[in-house]
Each structure stands twice: as structure tokens, then as C-alpha cells.
């Protein structure tokens, strides 16, 4: 019977983790790049070369929202999130007028200083009653309704009308079904609505403006700024040029974009629609209503040759242009911030709130698109790392890969090493050493045996 042969244990030396860490490192990086590589061709790239042949100027013009509007479905929309996703499916188109830049002002010598701020209806804070839900059972004042939805405006303006439609009675058992369709401007009186018909006219409640020993009123949104002033200065290039002064017995009134109360004295950017009124138009408080509608309707001009803060539609460019928020009309953000960006610029006036007034871009070539954020200097530094960062990594992982596939090897103990390294030279003397004294032990045994 033969005799059994014992298995073999095989032991496998422990491998050198800094050569196998290295081209798993080195393997992982150079897939990372690649895929980075892909991405950022769509989502960098293309975009630059995009806002380099645009032809839009770095100097930024002044938009005005005139409507934004919900559409369930739309070739373009002015923000999305997430670029590789976006679809055609709903988004919101906001359309603004488009002009340049007005003047930018300086007034000296200003004391008796007063600022107001006209506070309208927060639609995004405001409480909403819903019918559907009872809620509008008891409600009383002025109402603007949708779809059964309605926020109450009462504290915040005053509306004469003379036509309503019949009256709904919201309260009651079936309250809630009657009004479940309840739609636009409404006055009620303890759940009795009646829809206000058209025409009517409703003003902001601000109505104690303090215009007592004031010759200077700036409006600013909803905000206005009123102050006794010595002068107004406006730059030009041959240096300050003074545009009016209080000898004049009159009453300075602009809207501007900014106002900055500074140690030159208040600086106001971007004014237009400059009128001259006479102090006997305003008494000692006065309403915002009343100061809008001067600034827009007044004909006396504050500078003749319509140079100085001249009317807005001396300065419009273009009007109901497409608003996007940047080239691609999207972003890659993923912090909502089209959500944040439809709020601040969407606001159209539809809520009886100032309408948005910003900064845009735009080129002499296309006016009906502006785009609201546009920086070529930042685009291309972003363009220069997106490309720099994973192209060296790729390249340097690659490289690093090709050389340990030429100069490692594993030798016939299993283990990696680098060619001509000690440790390969030591293992194979030992195995050629190894073989020799077997050799020699059977030789001699043999020799023994004789």
C-alpha cells in the first residue's frame, strides 16, 4: 500500500501594503477623474464656452419685474435645480423691462432725516384661511382670495370700489361648499363676502409719511427716505457738477435704486424719474400712494435735457425680456436656491408690494434675454480648476499605474516587489540554496547507504 502523501501547507508572505494601497489609490483616483471629467463637461465646460461667446457685457443694465407667471408647462423657465435634470414639465417665467443705468447722486448738508418703510402683505408668512377647512366663517374686512384660499390685506390698504357681486354666506352648515371656490378681492363681514367688482382703487395705509420741513423725498421699493438737504451733486467726468440747491423753495423727488447715508453726505445710485415739486403739494404727513404717483405723473423734470435722472421710459431698453438666472437658467446647488431667487425676483406688484428692481446682464445682440448673475472672471477661474484639478489627477494616476506595472513583480513566494530590489535577489539565493543542500543531503545519504 503506498504511503500517504502529507498536503502541503502553503504559506502566503504578508504583502508590502504600500505597493497595493498605492495602486488601489491610484486605480480608485484615475476612475474619480475620469467620471469628473464627463460631469464637468456638461456642467462646466459647455457652459463656459457658452458665456464667452454670449456677447454679454460685464457692465450691468437695470431690470424691473413686470410679471411672473406659473406655467404648468414651458420651453424655458427662469430657474431650475439640478441642470442635467431639467425638464420641460412646470416652472415659473418671469418677465422684466429691461434699461440703463440712471444717475447716481449726492446730497450735501442733510439734517432732519426721517425714513418709513410702507410694509405690504408677506405672501409667504401671511395667514391664509382656507374654506374648505371652515376657517372662512367669520371673516370680516377686506380679503384677496384664490381658489378658496384667502389672506387678509385689510391692515395693510384701503380699497374704495363701488360694485360687488351677490353676497356668499360662508358660514353656516354648508359655509365651507358655498366658498369652497372663493376668487379674487373680497369684503366680508362675518363670513358674508362680497366679490368687489372693477374698477377699484386700493392704497397702501401708509399714511403718515412726515413731509414737514423736507425738500428732498427718495423712494426706494417700500421704503422713503425724506431729509432737509443744502444741495444735490451729480459725478461727471469732468468732476461734481451741483444740479439743484435749496434756494430753489422746492421739493427734490426721486426713486433710486440704493441709499447710503455716508460721511460725503447721502449717496443715492441708479435714480430715476427726478421731478421738482412745489412745497404746496404736500402738506405735513402724506401717504405713499400719493408720493408713487407723483414721481411717475409730475412733469416738472429735474434736469430740462433729460440727462439727470431722467424718466424711465427715456432710459428702456427693452420690454417683457426673459429673466433666467444665470446662462443655463439653472443650478447645480442643491440648497433650493431657485426657490430663494423666485421669491426675491419675482415680485411683480401683483401683491400691491414694490415691484423687484435689480442688476442685470445682457447683449447688444439679444435684449429679450437677461440673465440676473454673470461673471466671466469667475466663470473662468471656475473653468481653470474644474479642468486643472481632474485632468492632474488623472494623468498622475495613470502614470504612476503604468510604472508599477513595469517595475513590480511577484515573485514564487507570492509576494510583490520592485525589480532589482534586495528582498527579490535574497528569496531566490535561499531557494537556490535550498535546492543545492537537497541535492547534497541525497547524495550523501546515498553514500552513507553504500
Avoid at 76 to 90: H, I, V, Y
Avoid at 231 to 247: F, H, K, N, Y
Avoid at 293 to 319: C, G, H, K, Q, Y
Wanted: negative net charge; contains cysteine; charged residues 20%.
Amino acid at each position: 500500500m503506498p504511503r500517504p502523501t502529507p498536503p502541503e501547507d502553503l504559506v502566503i508572505p504578508p504583502q508590502d501594503t504600500r505597493i497595493c494601497g498605492t495602486i488601489c489609490i491610484c486605480q480608485m483616483t484615475a476612475v474619480l477623474s475620469s467620471v469628473a471629467l464627463v460631469y464637468l463637461t456638461v456642467a462646466v465646460y459647455m457652459p463656459t464656452l457658452r458665456a464667452f461667446q454670449s456677447g454679454i457685457s460685464e457692465i450691468p443694465a437695470m431690470c424691473t419685474t413686470t410679471r411672473a407667471w406659473h406655467r404648468d408647462t414651458c420651453e424655458w423657465g427662469t430657474c431650475g435645480e439640478w441642470c442635467l435634470s431639467k425638464s420641460s414639465g412646470a416652472c415659473i417665467q418671469i418677465y422684466v423691462n429691461l434699461r440703463r443705468n440712471g444717475t447716481d447722486l449726492l446730497f450735501q448738508n442733510c439734517t432732519n432725516t426721517a425714513n418709513k418703510t410702507c410694509y405690504g402683505i408677506d405672501q409667504e408668512n401671511a395667514k391664509r384661511s382656507r374654506c374648505i377647512a371652515d376657517e372662512c366663517r367669520n371673516l370680516t374686512g377686506t380679503f384677496n382670495c384664490t381658489m378658496g384660499t384667502c389672506i387678509n390685506i385689510t391692515d395693510a390698504f384701503e380699497c374704495v370700489f363701488k360694485d360687488t357681486d351677490l353676497p356668499l354666506k360662508c358660514s353656516g352648515r354648508r359655509g365651507k361648499i358655498t366658498c369652497i371656490d372663493l376668487d379674487g378681492l373680497q369684503n366680508c363681514y362675518r363670513g358674508t363676502c362680497e366679490k368687489i367688482r372693477t374698477p377699484y382703487n386700493c392704497d397702501r395705509r401708509c399714511v403718515d409719511i412726515p413731509t414737514r420741513n423736507k425738500n428732498m423725498i427718495l423712494l426706494n421699493g417700500d421704503k422713503v427716505y425724506l431729509s432737509q438737504c443744502q444741495r444735490a451733486l451729480v459725478e461727471t467726468v469732468e468732476g461734481q457738477r451741483e444740479i439743484w440747491t435749496e434756494d430753489q423753495d422746492n421739493v427734490l423727488m426721486a426713486s433710486c435704486y440704493t441709499i447710503d447715508n455716508t460721511t460725503r453726505g447721502v449717496e443715492a445710485t441708479d435714480c430715476i424719474n427726478g421731478t421738482l415739486l412745489l412745497k404746496e403739494m404736500l402738506t405735513d404727513l402724506t401717504n405713499f400712494t400719493y408720493l408713487s404717483l407723483l414721481s411717475t405723473t409730475n412733469t416738472v423734470l429735474l434736469d430740462r435735457d433729460r440727462f439727470v435722472a431722467p424718466p424711465e421710459p427715456d432710459l428702456l431698453i427693452a420690454n417683457e425680456s426673459h429673466l433666467y438666472i444665470n446662462m443655463e437658467g439653472c443650478v447645480n446647488t442643491l440648497k433650493d436656491e431657485c426657490k430663494e431667487f423666485l421669491r426675491e425676483f419675482g415680485k411683480d406688484g401683483t401683491d400691491h408690494n414694490a415691484r423687484a428692481r435689480f442688476p442685470c446682464f445682457y447683449a447688444d445682440n439679444d435684449p429679450s434675454k437677461v440673465v440676473a448673475q454673470f461673471d466671466l472672471e469667475g466663470t473662468y477661474s471656475q473653468f481653470l480648476f474644474a479642468s486643472t484639478l481632474p485632468s492632474v489627477l488623472f494623468v498622475v494616476s495613470c502614470f504612476i499605474l503604468v510604472f508599477c506595472q513595469r517595475t513590480v513583480v511577484v515573485g514564487d513566494d507570492a509576494k510583490m516587489r520592485f525589480k532589482g530590489c534586495p528582498g527579490k535577489d535574497l528569496a531566490v539565493t535561499e531557494k537556490g540554496a535550498s535546492t543545492n543542500n537537497l541535492g547534497d543531503g541525497g547524495g550523501g545519504g546515498s553514500a552513507m547507504a553504500l
